[in-house]
């Protein structure tokens, strides 16, 4: 465990940036339009092998759309959700009770880097846009590759010039305002390596706009 991380309930400051306005806003937006075509883009090669037996880990739920979406229909039996933010699990529930999906699902909220040992693997492993909010690639991408039974799905940001700049400038204005959240731009080839390390082989790339998907099997 890095020294920087140890002990903290609240690395990067995820619990109150990614608060009741941000979460409810993404939540409540799922039951009128559905899956947003980036989060669509990021299960699109995997769905179609799911027969509705599979189990599903979500780190870095959020609201919970992606797992939602697969249970309500019928793409996966049985779902975990993961956030350290306590507005992202609670805005998640609150959906999961609209759809009557409670008995299939449960939720932690945890930072999952510092706590990946309590949960078993599951078939299939979705971070939709999470491991740019954390410090440290290897304990939040490893660990959750290593629970990836069949299917690992992740999303981060395109990396370019652009992006790079994007971040600088973000970065600088969060500091402004006093937030003290950090995104960050892991490289390409540490993503992909990192996962490979745990077992995985990538097996389809894809690109939205500023998001960039990887999708890995385990060999
Ligand atoms: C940009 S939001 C994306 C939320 C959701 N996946 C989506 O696409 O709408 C990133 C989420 O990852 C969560 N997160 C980041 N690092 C985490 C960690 N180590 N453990 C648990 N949750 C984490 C944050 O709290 C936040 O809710």
Redesign the pocket.
Known sequence: MCPCCSGSEN??D??N??DER??FR?AEKYPKRGLDPK?QALIDWVVPKLDGAQTMM??????G??HQDLLRNQKISHAIG????SA?IKAATQNAEKFGLTEQIDYYQ?????NAEQFEPADFVV????I???PHLDL?LGQAAQKASKYLAI?FPVENVFSKLAIWGFTRCLKLIGQTYHPYLHGHAAIQKTAEQAGMRLVHRDRRTIWTMMVFERS
């Open positions: 690395v990067n995820l619990d940036f990614f941000y979460q993404a989060s979500e780190v870095g739920c959020g609201g759309m992606v993961i956030d350290v933010s992202g945890v930072d999952f880097a510092q971070m939709d846009r999470v740019c909010c954390y939040l999303s």
